[in-house]
């Protein structure tokens, strides 16, 4: 009887501090186990006088239903306590700052809604054309025919003889000039592509087309437009300069100087010395492309300019290789987060 009586007291004293779940399972197993203490007192019935069996038989199976509910008891207890633990712990503190890595625009994209969104506020429509084109828009309606040395200037992916990967957004001119008669003031900004890759050229980038085309329309009119361009992209005292070149769709035709961004036209290595650097090609629209459209040459005249955006923005930001633009690092399109 005595043995019982330690027993109950040990026991729940050692429920009593239990702190875990698995603690108090092997606790259970020690006391009311196949092999436990109570099963071990109850063994040792035998050794009792008959007449004292039965009150203890009933004392050991009084103890083990008294144990057995404080078991129930205690797994409660502590079921409850651990719950209470893990979500203290797992707690998700919604006042914390977040942390995202934001998406954003790339930098192509922001020189070339940039560029747009300066155009557009001159009154020019912003226009989309193909980028899959025939040979008849990309090179001949432009005054390009099949074996014009121009063609040579523009490595031509072809999809068959007559339809190719647009070379430049000059098509859209035509394509336009066939819809629409003046006054006709347009952009068009898309992909274009050329067999052509190094640390300047890469087999697929972005031009924005530029076409006016109305009566009287002149070569001060490209200027006036293309110095607000300049102003606004690269600052108010940037000077824009016309050199002598040659498209076959435009007549005259030139090449577009910006003082250099870098050095202000003093000469730095980015200028090569020469204080100035060429943006992008322009002209009078050519009257041969014009009759090709369908437009009356001597009633009207047009200027026309492309530009490549990638190169907008190396100049603009300085940035050495057009390849950077296409690699989707992030060390480097996180510099234009703004
Ligand atoms: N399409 C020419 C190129 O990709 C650029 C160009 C030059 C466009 C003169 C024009 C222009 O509209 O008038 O090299």
Known sequence: MDKIAEIKTVCLQ?????ES?????????????????????????????????????????ELRNLLE????????QLKALEMQR??????????????????????VTLVENKISQLLTSMGFEVL??????????????LNIPADHPARDMQDTFYITDSILLRTQTSPMQARLMEQKKPPIKMICPGKVFRSDSDASHSPVFHQIEGLVVDENITLCDLKG???YLAANLFGKDT??????????FTEPSVEVDLTCSNCGGKGCSLCKGTGWIEVLGAGMVNPVVLENCGID???????????????????KYGIPDIRLFYENDQRFLKQFVK
């Open 14 to 18: 050692e429920m009593q501090n239990c």
């Open 21 to 61: 779940l698995s603690a108090l399972q092997d606790l259970k197993v020690k006391y009311l186990g196949k092999t436990g203490e109570l099963t071990g007192l109850l063994k040792s019935i035998r050794e009792l006088p008959a007449e004292e069996r039965p009150t203890f038989g009933a004392k050991v199976n």
């Open 69 to 76: 509910e404080a078991f129930t008891e205690k797994t409660k």
């Open 86 to 107: 893990k979500l203290q712990q797992e707690v998700v503190d919604i006042s914390l700052t977040s942390v995202p890595t934001w998406g954003a625009l790339h930098p």
């Open 128 to 141: 989309a054309g193909p980028e899959i084109e025939t040979d008849y828009y990309n090179f001949q309606a």
């Open 225 to 227: 437009t293309l110095e």
């Open 239 to 248: 000077q824009v300069r016309f050199r002598p070149s040659y498209f076959p």
């Open 297 to 315: 040459s001597n009633k009207y005249t047009g200027y026309a300019f492309g530009l490549g955006v990638e190169r907008i923005a190396m100049i």
